[in-house]
C-alpha cells in the first residue's frame, strides 16, 4: 500500500510527537511519549543518600565557621546574608571608556558592554542539613521575607546608581547542579542590566501570559500543588522542558515582586512551597536536585498598572527515571531544538501521586 493510502491516526499527545510553544520565551519544545519506554544504558550517578549532621565542622556556611576567604560567620540563628567570598560580578562604578574601540555595541560582531553588580549568598537556616522541605513554616516565612529585604535593599542600591537593573534569587540545590556546599542556601545576584531570560518574559508580556494560568487551576492536569487561601499554585507548565519542572506562581491577582505580597501570600507561599519540594524528594526517595530561579519586576520598579512582569519560581530539575539518572541537553537540543520524553501531563500526575510526608519523616514515624 502507498503511503497516500495508509489510514491517518487520530492525533494522541501522550503517543505521538509534537511540539509545544512556550509563549514566555518565543521558543518550542520537541515532546516524544513514545520513547518513555526505551531501556536506559546511559550514564548513571550515585546519589546523595547520606544522613547529614546538624552541624558541619569543615562547613564554610555553618554558623561560627571560617570561610574560604578567612572571614568567620556570626552564630545566626535563622537566615544569614553575606557577599559572596567569590563574585561573578564587582561593585562600584562602570569602568570608564578610555579606549572606546574596544567596547562598541554598534559593532555586531564583536559588541560588548561593561557592567557591574553585587552577589550575596544566603543561608536558610543555621542548621546544615535541614533543607526547606523539612524546615517549620515559620522558618520558610523567615527565608521569603529575607528574599523580599534583600530584593528592596539591592533595589535601592540600583535607584541610587540611576538606570534600570535586575535583582536575580536563585538556588542551585545538590552537586549535580553545581552546589558548593550541601548547605541549604541560595544566591542573589544584583545587576546593571536586565538579563536575556526574564527580558525575554518581559518582551512577551509575562504577566497577561502567566495571568492565563489560572486556567490551570480549572483543568487540573498539570496542577501539582494549590493553595488557594492564598492564591498560589504550582503546575508542570504545558511547555516544560526538564522533566519535572515545575512554575509555581500567584494566580489570583497581578503581582509584580516580592514587595506587593500580602502577610497571607507570603504565608501560603511558604505552604505551598514547602509541599512542592516535599513531593520532589519524595519522588525518588532523595535529595532532590534543582535550579531554583525567582522572576519579578526588574529595579526600580515600573508603575504597577504598567507593569508586564508578575513573579513566579522556575525550578528545574535534572533527575530523569531515578536518583541516578539525569537528563542531559546535548546533541539535537544544543543544535536545534530542547526535547523531552515524559509529558507534562504524566509528570504533574506523578507529582501529585506522591505522599504529602517527607520521606525521611515517614520512616521516623514507622
Known amino acids: ?89 564587582l561593585p562600584g562604578p562602570l569602568p570608564s571608556l578610555q579606549q572606546p574601540s574596544k567596547v562598541n555595541p554598534s559593532d555586531t560582531l564583536f559588541a560588548s558592554e561593561p557592567i557591574r553588580g553585587r552577589c550575596k549568598v544566603i543561608c536558610f537556616h543555621p542548621k546544615h542539613d535541614l533543607t526547606i522541605a523539612r524546615m517549620n513554616i515559620n522558618d520558610v516565612v523567615r527565608v521569603i521575607r529575607e528574599w523580599k529585604n534583600v530584593y528592596m535593599e539591592e533595589g535601592r542600591m540600583l535607584e541610587e546608581s540611576s538606570g534600570q537593573g535586575y535583582v536575580q534569587i536563585f538556588e ?24 536575556d531570560e526574564p527580558q525575554m518574559e518581559l518582551n512577551n508580556l509575562a504577566a497577561s501570559t502567566l495571568m492565563s494560568s489560572a486556567e490551570e487551576v480549572g483543568r487540573k492536569e498539570r496542577v501539582v500543588e494549590i493553595d488557594e487561601e492564598s492564591g498560589w499554585v504550582a503546575v508542570v507548565p504545558f511547555w516544560a522542558v526538564w522533566p519535572f519542572e515545575t512554575l509555581l506562581l500567584p494566580y489570583k491577582r497581578h503581582i509584580p515582586s516580592l514587595i506587593q505580597l500580602n502577610d497571607n501570600e507570603v504565608i501560603g ?41 508578575h513573579i513566579h519560581f522556575h525550578f528545574y530539575p535534572p533527575l530523569l527515571r531515578s536518583a541516578g539518572v539525569r537528563k542531559f541537553l546535548v546533541g539535537f537540543e544544543m543544535m536545534a531544538e530542547v526535547q523531552r520524553d515524559l509529558t507534562p501531563e504524566q509528570a504533574a500526575e506523578r507529582l501529585r501521586a506522591l505522599p504529602g510526608v517527607h520521606y525521611l519523616d515517614q520512616k521516623t514515624a514507622g
Not at 516524544?32 to 546523595?48: A, D, F, I, L, Y
Not at 542551585?172 to 538579563?195: E, K, T
Open 1 to 89: 500500500m502507498s503511503p497516500a493510502h495508509l489510514e491517518v491516526p487520530n492525533f494522541e499527545p501522550t503517543e505521538h510527537p509534537h511540539r509545544r510553544y512556550n509563549p514566555l520565551i518565543g521558543k518550542h519544545v520537541l515532546v516524544s511519549p513514545h520513547r518513555t519506554k526505551r531501556p536506559w544504558k546511559g550514564q548513571t550517578e550515585e546519589p546523595v543518600l547520606t544522613t547529614l549532621p546538624e552541624y558541619e565542622a569543615t562547613c564554610n556556611l555553618c554558623p561560627g565557621n571560617e570561610r574560604s576567604n578567612g572571614n568567620r560567620n556570626p552564630m545566626y540563628m535563622d537566615t544569614f546574608t553575606f557577599e559572596n567570598d567569590f563574585p561573578a560580578l
Open 172 to 195: 542551585n540545590r545538590g552537586a549535580m547542579m553545581g552546589a558548593s556546599a550541601p548547605h541549604p542556601h541560595g544566591q542573589v545576584w544584583s545587576l546593571s542590566y536586565i538579563p
Open 269 to 309: 507561599l511558604a505552604r505551598i512551597l514547602q509541599r512542592l519540594l516535599v513531593r520532589y524528594d519524595n519522588l525518588f526517595s532523595c535529595p532532590f536536585p534543582y535550579s531554583m530561579g525567582l522572576h519579578q519586576s526588574p529595579l526600580p520598579p515600573s508603575d504597577l498598572d504598567s507593569d508586564v512582569a
